[in-house]
């Protein structure tokens, strides 16, 4: 089944304890992003990535890093988390970019205290 | 002034009524338009692109007018299984998606 995975789906954890969200898919997509979503805001897109090895900012990324050594994987990692990074994360991907249809994840709801 | 902006709603709506959503976008030089169905606590999924001569997938029609900035998404014979968040999605390039803030739709018997 062609789908994007992302784990863990909920996770709590404290302010400054380092923390990877993985999100791999398996549909040989070349383009991938990441995305929150707060009440309000809409999706705002934190990294993207355009192939293996390259990979660049969206509209949110302080706080943030991600890294995309295979094609299928797109890790994302806060390294010292603060409460205002609560919220609901989305990986995606498509064939290319993003005038192509993006396929979510099921989302990793993130508790920051 | 958000780059797509919606009417969050909600819409509240019979079956078998119609509806209309509008999203307008900042950016003229944006090239691709789709419209996204969110379910709640669940993530996006397409529902359809929009092309500049509009397009119809069933009950769901989309339009596209780039002079006035906006796109719109019309929804006939509304169903239960309709209920809904509604974000329009706007490519400013090729690169990077911005997202409205989504429009709720809830269908009542």
């Known amino acids: 089944e062609a789908q994007v995975t992302q784990n863990p789906r909920y996770l709590i954890t404290v302010t400054g304890k380092k923390l990877t969200v993985t999100c791999s898919q398996n549909?040989?997509?070349?383009?991938m992003s990441w995305y929150r979503q707060d009440p309000g805001l809409g999706l705002r897109q934190i990294y993207y990535?355009?192939?293996?090895?390259?990979?660049d900012k969206g509209d949110v990324p302080e706080g943030y890093k991600v890294s995309r050594k295979e094609k299928r994987n797109f890790p994302l990692i806060l390294e010292s988390p603060s409460p205002n990074q609560t919220s609901l994360y989305f990986c995606?991907?498509?064939?290319?970019?993003?005038?192509?249809?993006?396929?979510f994840g099921p989302g990793t709801r993130l508790t920051v205290t | 002034r958000k780059e797509v902006e919606q009417d969050p709603g909600p819409f509240n709506v019979p079956e078998g009524a119609t509806v209309a959503f509008n999203c307008t976008y900042s950016?003229?030089?944006?090239?691709?338009f789709f419209w996204y169905r969110q379910d709640c606590r669940k993530e996006p999924k397409l529902l359809m692109s929009?092309?500049?001569s509009g397009n119809e997938d069933g009950r769901f029609t989309a339009q596209l007018n780039r002079a006035s900035q906006y796109i719109s998404l019309l929804i006939r014979d509304s169903k239960l299984s309709d209920s809904a968040t509604y974000l329009c999605?706007?490519?400013?390039?090729?690169?990077?998606?911005?997202f409205g803030a989504g429009t709720r739709l809830t269908v009542k018997p």
């Open positions: 999605v706007v490519n400013p390039n090729n690169n990077d998606m911005r």
């Open positions: 929009v092309y500049s």
């Open positions: 549909m040989n997509h070349e383009y």
């Open positions: 995606a991907s498509s064939l290319y970019a993003t005038r192509y249809e993006q396929y």
């Open positions: 990535s355009m192939n293996v090895e390259v990979t």
């Open positions: 950016n003229s030089a944006s090239q691709s």
